[in-house]
């Protein structure tokens, strides 16, 4: 089954009770047992939920995987994952990424005694150096955020399996349309689904698909025991998010590719940061393991400032000021001081992210309206 079969058809099938085509929201929260213990599969809504079970091996099937766990959020499905590791072991991440999961690993979980390493992911050197007997996760993010680093999946993954090191993805940048981490070597990927996945931005959802069973045992027992659960019509919104992924991010990756090149020919901007470019550094492992360059595009000015940031940022009519990304409108965001603005600004610059930065996430509108909307706030 292709991929824009599996958004309509993978683990969806007619209510069995009535034939409804669209899977209904069960609004229930318990479940009614004939005898104590003899119940249909479902006893208690935070357990399981039919609505919640379809989007579940839905997205398994498009990640290419056998088991999906979903939850409240992105951020409850990172922490989920971090539940697995105990006092002592360490962690190795991209020091480009989503200010959210810097914060869960330093502000959080290094006060239980999980220590995180942040190194240039790209350089698969940088990650073998920092690997000791503690390091028992390996965490990334490609394309990261917001500097649009590209990471090789499958070397670094294939590294962490010499050393006995789990892997996980976050795959929210790129979609399952864009890549799939677990076909190339990674024992977990997450999905902030509030993003590409629900498509709308009108949901906040989250999710984790696994291939290993006992793993995935692990992850349904914090699922359930910790209780971050997604409500039944968070994953009703999900799943009708998905039959049109696809073409979504099809669209959407169209238009920042000419968006991106409209940036880089504009005098007020010194940088413009877009795997597609053949110039950029991840160009060619991006070319390998994503179908397209993606639709985020992120660019600094030559007046590095955030004053001048700022006059683009409040002037843009089509391109809306806010956080988040990945629904079928576009978003304009100021990451230093919106998404990142939990990383210590020393953190932010090694990386890059000025107080001029700004990140783009491009919808589906005509790519012509959106490149003249940004010519009129860069004038």
Not at 99 to 120: A, D, W
Not at 161 to 178: E, K, M, W
């Amino acid at each position: 089954m292709k991929f824009g079969t599996k958004v309509i058809h993978a683990g969806i099938s007619p209510d069995p009770s009535t034939g409804a085509v669209m899977t209904p929201i069960y609004q229930t929260s318990t479940y009614a047992q004939a005898a104590p213990g003899k119940h249909k599969g479902y006893e208690y809504a935070r357990t399981q939920n039919p609505t919640r079970s379809v989007l579940e091996k839905n997205l398994a099937a498009l990640e290419e995987g056998h088991f999906g766990i979903c939850f409240s959020s992105g951020m409850a499905a990172m922490d989920s994952i971090m539940k697995l590791l105990n006092p002592g072991d360490e962690i190795i991440s991209t020091n480009d990424l989503y200010g959210g999961s810097y914060r869960l690993m330093t502000r959080i979980y290094e006060k239980f005694g999980v220590k995180s390493h942040f190194v240039h992911m790209s350089d698969i050197e940088e990650v073998r150096a920092r690997i000791n007997s503690r390091t028992k996760l390996l965490w990334i993010e490609t394309p990261t955020n917001p500097m649009l680093n590209i990471i090789d999946i499958e070397k670094t993954c294939g590294l962490a399996r010499q050393h006995g090191i789990l892997t996980c993805v976050d795959n929210t940048f790129a979609s399952p349309y864009l890549q799939t981490p677990l076909t190339l070597g990674a024992d977990m990927v997450l999905h902030s689904a509030t993003k590409y996945l629900g498509g709308h931005s009108d949901v906040v959802h989250g999710a984790i698909v696994v291939n290993d069973e006992k793993l995935a045992e692990q992850l349904y027992f914090i699922q359930n025991a910790a209780g971050a659960v997604p409500g039944p019509q968070d994953c009703f919104l999900v799943l009708r998010g998905i039959k049109t992924l696809h073409l979504r991010v099809e669209r959407a990756c169209q238009n920042a590719a000419r968006i991106a090149q409209f940036l880089k020919e504009h005098p007020k901007v010194s940088k413009v940061y877009y795997p597609g470019f053949p110039t950029h550094p991840g160009h060619e492992v991006a070319q390998q393991q994503m179908r397209h360059f993606g639709a985020m595009v992120s660019f600094d000015l030559v007046e590095d400032q955030y004053a001048a940031a700022e006059k683009i940022l409040i002037n843009t009519h089509l391109f809306t000021l806010a956080e988040s990304l990945g629904g079928v409108e576009s978003l304009i965001g100021h990451p230093a001081s919106m998404t990142h603005a939990s990383i210590p600004k020393a953190e932010r610059m090694k990386v890059g992210l000025t107080d001029s930065l700004i990140r783009l996430s491009v919808g589906i509108e005509d790519a012509d309206d959106l490149i003249a909307d940004l010519e009129k706030a860069l004038e």
